[in-house]
């Protein structure tokens, strides 16, 4: 191989390096753009995109504007007014500061930016292509920035392959723009999609732009924290343990008002909710930490989404500290006041006289038997256990079971509200459980797992449901393509919606569930993807854990439970019922 001297490179092949780790997607062109908008001052933000960014992406702003002379340097990558010295670095109050953006968006796209000052009449638009500046002209126009961006990867046919779809594409777009507008609840900010308003921010405080961007329902999920120390100040708001889900999402995190990732103090925060949550979900936050800028190191990655922290423990204990006082104060989580003497934490009123526990003694037991539990006269162990999964032995003498003739065999049997003169009639137990006698065995329900198993099967069988007229219509607007993408499954599951001038109306839904748990079905469904069952599923499961719900008629229940296509477990594969024969029962005499 010959040797090959050592160049400098082109700088057009540099900004396209560049490029490749500052733009990935449209959203990041978004983000970039929207920062330096709040670095300029301004109070309102206007992003505006066709096609999720690809055909075109416009942010305006009316911050102080650039002035003339310095705005040819704007799209010279490196060249920034927000450091001067190697110390500024560390001591940054600013979103940007890499001198990088601007540059990269003109080397993959056809960029326009205009600006104008306050001290003077007319701005100035300057327009540049795939890293070609194509010249410039007066422009009038109020004061501010406006950044177009035109066909971005136009020059990077690899690049804009890669594009996901624009549903997914604009996804991140939002995410990108909530993110940021949270994190500055002071600026006015909008965002339009194919001409549609598709979010419109009034300034406000932190609650009330939180409410705005997770949903008006979140208003009284919200648990606020705020704990000053020397190290770090946390502020900010945890959604309380229910609205917690399998999936991450909805989890804000600001250093010093700069939007970052950081797993490990979304594990601080996990902690914090330690038996308060399952441990396969995770919670909802938007969380604050300031800090000393001297203290923290944000120049890790040219997305600037990283961040390094000088005393990097001393900020998870204190986060995880925070976060678990504040779900203490507003009685989330136990606690306990020690100037209070340990005796009047108890009540004394309904303690019983402990009574010593009886023996059993099995004279059957073999120690050296492989199974040492007691063989069923079916031929299998008997596992007793509702928090242990069925073994497949009982799942095959449970599906061969016969059972009395009113439909409980035949899954296409849709039961009705008055109950079969043939049915036998299921006795409830504290409200918990439900039993069935039979000839030779009895049958035990888990009331609440068996609810979980008909919601699951109403979701995801596909037979179409009758819908409920709501009372009062309840408004809300999804995002672009959602009726596309579920219009087929909402008409299934029994929704209706009128549309006024982009406004949705939603004025019935499913007949199975109240309408403020049906407009929560409805926003969960907008994050997820249409053509995965799996994220579907891992949805229904979180909507059933956030609004538990039990048929009042038991016997309704016990028979739709059996029309169900597997009625032995749950959604979260946990057994929903139970068969005792007369060698189960023995064993409790």
Known sequence: MNRVPIRALPESVANLVAAGEVVQRPSSVVKELVENAIDAGATEIEVALNQAGRTRIQVRDNGHGIDPEDLPLALVRHATSKLREPDDLFALTTMGFRGEALASMAAVGQLKLRSRTADYEVGIELRCSGGNHEGSSPSPGPIGTTVTVDNLFFNVPARRQFLKSDTVEFRHVLETFD????????????????????????????????????????????????????????????????AARKT???????????????????????????????????????????????????????????????????????????????????????????????????????????????????????????????????????????????????????????????????????????????????????????????????VVVHLERAQRRIDLERWTDGSPRNGQNWLFPLDWTPPPGFADAWNDRLATWGFAWEVRDSEWMWTAGPGFCAPEAAIDWLEGLSRIDSEDDGELRTWISQWLSAHPRRQPDVQDVMDRLFACSDPWTDDLGRPTARLLNADELARFF
């Open 248 to 442: 991450r999402g909805d989890q804000y995190l600001f250093v010093n008002r700069r939007t970052v990732r950081s797993p490990y103090i979304h594990r601080a925060v996990l902690e914090a909710f330690e038996g308060l949550i399952a441990g396969d979900q995770h919670p909802a936050y938007v969380l604050f930490l300031e800090l000393d800028p001297e203290r923290i190191d944000v120049n890790v990655h040219p997305a600037k989404t990283e961040i390094k922290f000088d005393d990097e423990r001393g900020v998870y204990a204190m986060v995880r500290s925070a976060v678990r006082r504040a779900l203490g104060i507003h009685q989330i989580a136990p606690t306990l006041d020690f100037e209070v003497p340990v005796g009047e934490h108890i009540d004394w009123s309904t303690r019983v006289k402990p009574e010593a526990p009886g023996v059993y003694i099995n004279t059957n037991f073999n120690p050296f038997a492989s199974e040492p539990s007691r063989p069923t006269s079916a031929g299998i162990r008997a596992n007793l256990n509702f928090f242990a999964p069925p073994t497949d032995a009982e799942r095959g003498v449970q599906r061969e079971l016969e059972l009395p003739s009113h439909g409980w065999n035949d899954t296409s049997f849709e039961p009705s509200v008055e109950r079969p003169s043939s049915a036998r009639r299921a006795l409830s137990v504290a409200g918990m459980y439900a039993l069935v006698p039979m000839p030779d065995q009895l």
């Open 179 to 242: 993110a940021l507008a949270l994190a500055h609840p002071e600026v006015r900010m909008i965002l339009r999609h194919n001409g549609s308003d598709e979010r419109v921010l009034e300034p406000g405080n932190v609650r009330q732009r939180a409410t705005a961007v997770l949903g008006r329902r979140s208003n009284e999920q919200l648990v606020p924290v705020e704990e000053p120390t020397d190290l770090v100040v946390v502020h900010g708001f945890v959604l309380r343990p229910e």
